[in-house]
């Protein structure tokens, strides 16, 4: 039986700058924090740096033909900060836009809209340096440089997201030193929850300024937070943990206030008329899905809430993410209920697989077939049952550099043969091809 989704639903695939160029060297490219922290030893699996990547800096245009013959019509991509202001602000680098230009222009050609991430992590070091998203003029800088890439690219791109995953950056790199720059702090992810909400008002502000016709969106990573137990103590753990790591980042935007009961915490951060500068008219709501996470106390933790090991039983994948689209289902739902039905577009998910290129050069990845068409499945169904999701991207076009796990873990639909940086279909590909083909589930679904 089909499940066919809505006729112009979008297709797409995305990916980030810092994971896929490489060329880090190039063209006059600024150091960002992810080149300092890859390059520490100890900080990613193996030692890995992103100075090649995929090559995707030289080797676009093939990149772009994979798209092309994937049928997808939207490429997800994010601009390397560095690339176009070396130093974070002042000098435009005209190199960084020039390749941005010959990419933008390609994807144009073959009939693939652009979608334009500003900030997928990859901030410049001298940002860092004063201060980074500790300090609140980086939200001012940030919509700065902002402004310099729309109005370069404001003739050809209407779709703009400011920061991919902004939840992520005070969690996982300033309170636990997991990512980039790697600190460890309470204060300096309180500062940078703040901060980042600011610069993504600011940054929309910036946007609507240089770009008529703009479709402006945020992007988050989101899924349900469950308590590990079904007691006080372990529920009381999971409103705190839902509001410290998801809705601190979207409910200022969305809904224009803080989330007790970090509200008061951030309140000495506020200044007057924050609330409305961070809460601007907003086109899409950009949902990125990959896991279902379980809580409880932990009096090691900020905050006193950590995850906990999660009950056994479900299916893994190779990062150890569940799968499980009632998952992805009830995330959708959840979104559209808490801010009011917004235009959704699923701007990333997907799955690690031990991958292996077999002699005959095939990747078979059925895990991930069936893996996306239980989430398509799941996707389906809240279209059917009124949530407004208008599109899907999937995480990622081929394996790339997968941040703290270095090259050890492949998301891709396309593989990447590091030694050779060949790019080899999966049959993940070919089933997708498919379904966008289609534009339906017709099989597996
Ligand atoms: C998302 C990021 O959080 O997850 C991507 O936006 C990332 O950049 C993807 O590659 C997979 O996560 P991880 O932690 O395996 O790199």
Known sequence: MSKHFPPDFLWGVAASAFQTEGATHEDGRGQSVWDDYSHTPGRTVNGDTADIACDHYHRYPED????????????????????????????????????????????????????????HWDMPVAVEAAGGWRTRDTAAVFADYAAVVARHFADRVKYYAPINEPNVIPWVAYNLGRHAPGRQSRDACLRAVHHLNLAHGLTVSALRAEVSGAQIGSIISLGPVHPQHDDGPHRQAQVLGECLWRRVMVDPLWLGRYPEPLASELAPLIQPDDMARIQQKMDFFGLNHYNRVYVGPNANASWGVAETAPPPGLPLTDVNWFIDPSAFLEQIHDTARRYGNPPIYITENGAAFPDALRPDRRVVDDARIDYFAGYLAAMHQAIAEGCDVRGYFAWSLMDNFEWGRGYSKRFGLVYTDYPTLQRIPKQSYYWLQQVIKNNALSYRG
């Open 64 to 119: 772009i033909a994979l798209m092309r013959r994937l049928g997808v019509k939207a490429y997800r991509l994010s601009i390397a900060w560095p690339r176009i202001l070396p130093d974070g602000k002042g000098r435009i680098n005209p190199l960084g836009l020039d390749f941005y230009d010959r990419v933008i222009d390609l994807l144009l050609h073959e009939g693939i809209t652009p979608w334009i991430c500003l900030h």
